[in-house]
């Protein structure tokens, strides 16, 4: 009787060892193969860093084939943008721009990117969170000293689409765009010639338009 209540018993673990073992090996094979690069670093386009107009560094590290985690500091001058803006002014409703306008922007973001061919190459999007520190002024005209100054804060939640094209399995391009949503806070400070200087409390929630291209290298 022994005897057979030990047979028994080494047959009940022989059937679950076969029970398990398919679904284990099913599990390893169902999971993603580890990333061929696993670090690459990218930069903005190099036109935009002369004066210092804009300057952008993103950091990426893939978690598999198609999933990777991408870190970016910019900085860039309200100058650029300003004189961006009063050109598409000048051509959509023939309004003339602003004197002049000076200071920055900078911001840093963390954010998620999904690639449905591969890391670094086709389709992307991407979700991310980012912190934005905003120091500009506005001049009123060329005659006087009027000039409006801004020191904001903005929290943000993004959401972006792109396309990399990925080369020689080592250097990349992408180009991005997209939107965020979030909460600015902070001052204006409004100079006038005549009048006494005013303070506005900024304390609102927009959206802004987010684009950008870069340009990368795959570390290993």
């Known amino acids: 009787m022994r005897f057979a209540a030990t047979l028994l018993v080494l047959a009940t673990f022989a059937g679950t060892a076969a029970a398990d073992g398919p679904s284990v090996v099913h599990a390893v094979a169902a999971s993603d193969p580890p990333p061929e690069h696993r670090f690459a670093l990218a930069v903005n386009e190099p036109l935009g860093w002369i004066g210092a107009g804009a300057l952008g560094l993103s950091g990426y590290g893939s978690i598999d ?4 985690i991408r870190l970016n500091v910019a900085s860039w001058s309200h100058q650029r943008t300003s004189e961006a803006g009063d050109a598409f002014a000048a051509i959509v409703a ?3 721009g602003g004197a002049a306008a000076g200071g920055r922007y900078t911001t840093a973001s963390a954010s998620w990117m999904y690639f449905p061919r591969r890391a670094y190459d086709g389709l992307s999007l991407e979700l991310g969170a980012l912190v934005q520190v905003r120091h500009t002024f506005d ?14 804060t903005r929290y943000a939640g993004s959401a972006m689409i792109g ?8 250097v990349f391009a992408s180009l991005q765009v997209g939107a965020s949503y979030g909460h600015d806070g ?18 609102r929630f927009s959206v802004q338009g987010e684009a950008f291209m870069r340009f990368g290298v795959l570390l290993n």
């Open 65 to 68: 084939q198609h999933q990777v």
């Open 94 to 96: 023939g309004a003339d």
């Open 139 to 152: 001049d009123y005209d060329d005659l006087s000293f009027d000039r409006t100054t801004t020191d904001t």
């Open 163 to 170: 396309w990399s094209w990925l080369g020689w399995d080592r």
């Open 186 to 203: 902070g001052a204006q400070l409004h100079q006038v010639e005549t009048k006494m200087d005013t303070i506005t409390s900024i304390d």
